[in-house]
């Protein structure tokens, strides 16, 4: 019984590990709508504008994850993924985890709409010229100058 307690208690200790000590992966995305202006939400957490995007679930791939966080944070629908815009790793990039963010540029479609009120307050179209100015969350400012600047970056 001991011997048994000690193994699920080393077993634990390990998956916390593994949980607390390497970074989460989550996604970006730049969705583009046909007239090309670029959507943004505005997040209730810091009020500041971001790209709509989140945390991949267990289980789930990439294009999945974009497709589901595209839906939960704008009510858009992914039609494709045009490119790579960067994969972000700094440390400090999230200010509540180390996140590595893949950033897609997206092709969406539909009509824009709240659907998670606890995340985002608010959602809006910007042509690429009239991009919110300021400080945008989490590294989404760079985010989005690399993909205007057409660059797939590793940062």
């Given at each position: 019984?001991?011997?048994?307690t000690?193994?699920l ?10 949980i ?7 996604t ?6 046909p ?24 289980g ?18 992914l ?7 960067g994969?972000y ?30 995340e ?26 690399d ?6 970056t590793?940062?």
């Open positions: 019984m001991i011997q048994s000690r193994s208690w080393h077993f634990g200790q390990t998956v916390l590990g593994i607390f000590r390497h970074p989460i992966t989550g970006s995305v730049i969705p583009i709508l007239d090309g202006r670029i959507v943004l939400i505005r997040r209730r957490d810091d009020g500041c504008w971001s790209l709509p995007g989140g945390m991949v679930d267990w789930e791939d990439i294009p999945n994850a974009v497709r589901r966080e595209l839906m939960e944070e704008t009510g858009l629908e039609l494709k993924i045009r490119r790579l815009v994969v790793s700094a440390p400090d990039r999230d200010p509540r985890i180390h996140s590595i963010c893949i950033a897609v540029e997206a092709e969406v479609q539909g009509e824009m709409k709240v659907n998670d009120s606890l985002v307050l608010q959602i809006q179209a910007f042509s690429p010229s009239s991009l919110p100015q300021p400080q945008m969350s989490h590294d989404h400012a760079r985010q989005l100058q993909y205007l600047n057409g660059l797939t590793l940062a």
